[in-house]
């Protein structure tokens, strides 16, 4: 079983930065793909970014505000968010896809979620 824990969340002003971090622990073999998506109230819950290798995929309402990045060595990732605005305000979710070990079916985690409130 995969774990996947967030961190990271709070409350921040129009046009300030957060960043949030995620790690992955238990039986990993490897991991595929890890992204973070967002679900503000009232709305499904979309993507904002993802990190597979080297490649990354941003939302366009995040793009040349947010960067993700991973370290495979500790199964984590983080995503910088900066100049942020109040159309940001959501939990945040990291789902981290992989194999458990070689051969398995794949898993897909998720973590319960941080909560970014962007107010003044």
């Known amino acids: 079983q995969v774990q996947v824990v967030e961190s990271g969340g709070g409350l921040v002003q129009p046009g300030g930065s957060l960043r949030l971090s995620c790690v992955a622990s238990?039986?990993?073999?490897?991991?595929?793909?890890q992204g973070w998506f967002r679900q503000a109230p009232g709305k499904e819950r979309e993507l904002v970014a993802v990190?597979?290798?080297?490649?990354?995929h941003y939302a366009d309402s995040v793009k040349g505000r947010f960067t993700i990045s991973r370290d495979n060595a500790r199964n984590s990732v983080s995503l910088q968010m900066n100049s942020l605005e109040f159309e940001d305000t959501a939990v945040y979710y990291c789902?981290?896809?992989?194999?458990?070990?070689?051969?398995?079916?794949?898993?897909?985690?998720w973590g319960q979620g941080t909560q970014v409130t962007v107010s003044s």
């Open positions: 990190i597979t290798g080297d490649r990354t």
């Open positions: 238990g039986t990993i073999f490897n991991i595929a793909l």
């Open positions: 789902n981290t896809k992989g194999l458990w070990r070689f051969g398995s079916p794949p898993f897909d985690s």
